[in-house]
């Protein structure tokens, strides 16, 4: 239902959408459907398509490319990324095309390997290598971690056209091609960030600074709009949610408390926690927003979690801040846990388990107690605190 569009002269989006898909990969709700961009760039002598479409919809894709040139036509097929959404229609397109050669990182092609299990035609590029189409050029940019190892840029030499993978894009299958057709999606492309680049902020940065001396006319992504006017936006928008904000160090206390003991606890570990030059923040996360605590935990030195044990666990709210972890960039990975339980107290010790598998240093070992916490318990709470602060200072 798409049909292929021509964006520049011998370029043609020959993607498919998806405007029914209400959850991405399983995980992401999306308002707007999705789409799965892929470009043809026809040289003088050789044809490239750049990226390819998730399995279901590989008929759609050929109609596209159908519509344009024989797909018997394409030499090169560009995987900038080789998760299945972008690869998936690659094994029928290499039977369709075994004259192709599939062009990718290193990293790609390992991924594909283990993704399709039949030989095909392989050719790895490095960062800023080229690829003649006559009169054409492709230029690569490795952008590894924009989102997967694997990840590359394509740009079309001389012309600016930027092939950016994920990055810049949102899951929005409006009507058009082109981001200046449609209505504002800016919150789309904000959520897209948030869910798929956030964790890969310093990745991000150094992707954008290799684009910087490039005068680009289109900015393609994989997923939503083409943008053709205000092309450095979404970069410019990249780089700004992406760079550290300054200040100076700080620790930040999690923790919930149904009946006030693991909270009398974290008032004791922030007390110990606040030597000079260091904010503490205490955040009680159900009176805080997901995107509160996300944005605390980035700016925080170290970070402190305080959980009771409920039904010999860590109760939900708290395992979903713990879930967090993986979803921001961390700017350190002190940590340090405490909490309060009434018998079998098994919550910390998942709690370490958990800073522990992400890579946290403890600095003290975590501080539990039965109830309600005695003098000298709030003492060890102090100690764990400043324990931490000093770490923090050290750095
Ligand atoms: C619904 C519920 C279930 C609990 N289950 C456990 C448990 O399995 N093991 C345990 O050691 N304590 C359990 N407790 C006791 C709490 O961990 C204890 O009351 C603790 O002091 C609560 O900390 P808080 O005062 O910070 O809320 C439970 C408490 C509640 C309310």
């Not at 709700?29 to 919809?57: E, M, S």
């Not at 897209?192 to 991000?204: E, N, Q, V």
Request: glycine share 8%; proline share 6%.
């Amino acid at each position: 239902m798409s049909g292929a569009v021509e964006i520049a002269k011998g370029i043609h989006l020959v993607g498919v959408k998806d405007p029914g898909l209400t959850l991405f990969d399983d995980l992401f709700p999306t308002a707007f459907g999705t789409t799965y961009n892929a470009f043809l760039v026809r040289g003088a002598t050789h044809t490239a398509l750049i990226d390819t479409v998730k399995g279901k919809r590989f008929e759609e894709l050929m109609d596209n490319i159908r519509s344009v040139i024989d797909p018997s036509q394409i030499d090169y097929i560009v995987v900038n990324h080789s998760e299945p959404d972008h690869s998936g229609s690659l094994a029928k397109l290499v039977k369709a095309c075994p004259q192709a050669t599939v062009v990718s990182s290193q990293a790609a092609r390992t991924f594909l390997g283990n993704q399709i299990h039949a030989p095909f035609e392989s050719k790895i590029v490095k960062d800023q290598d080229t690829l003649d189409l006559g009169g054409r050029t492709l230029r690569f940019i490795a952008a590894p971690f924009l989102h997967w190892p694997d990840t590359m840029f394509t740009v079309v030499e001389g012309e600016g056209v930027l092939f950016s993978c994920d990055a810049f894009g949102s899951h929005y299958a409006g009507e058009g091609a082109f981001a200046d057709e449609m209505p504002d999606f800016s919150g789309e492309t904000r959520f897209y960030y948030d869910c798929i680049m956030r964790p890969f902020k310093d990745r991000i940065l150094q992707a954008v600074e290799k684009l910087d001396g490039i005068e680009l006319t289109l900015v393609c992504p994989s997923h939503g709009p083409v943008y053709r006017k205000e092309v450095r936006k979404p970069i410019e928008l990249y780089r700004k949610w992406s760079v550290p904000k300054a200040g100076g160090k700080r620790i930040a206390i999690f923790y919930l408390s149904p009946h006030g003991n693991t909270e009398s606890m974290a008032e004791a570990v922030a007390r110990g926690a606040s030597l000079p030059g260091v904010v503490v923040t205490q955040c009680h996360i159900n009176h805080a927003s997901v995107a509160d605590i996300r944005d605390l935990m980035e700016e925080s030195d170290a970070l402190i979690f305080g959980t009771p044990t409920i039904n010999r666990d860590i109760p939900k709210p708290m395992w979903d801040v713990l879930a967090y972890l993986s979803t921001v960039s961390l700017k350190g990975n002190i940590g340090g846990i405490f909490g309060s339980y009434g018998w079998s107290g098994e919550a910390c010790r998942m709690a370490e388990d958990r800073l522990k598998g992400m890579n946290f240093k403890l600095p003290h070992p975590f501080v539990r107690t039965p109830f309600m916490p005695k003098p000298e318990v709030m003492a060890e709470c102090e100690a764990l605190g400043r324990a931490i602060a000093e770490e923090v200072l050290k750095k």
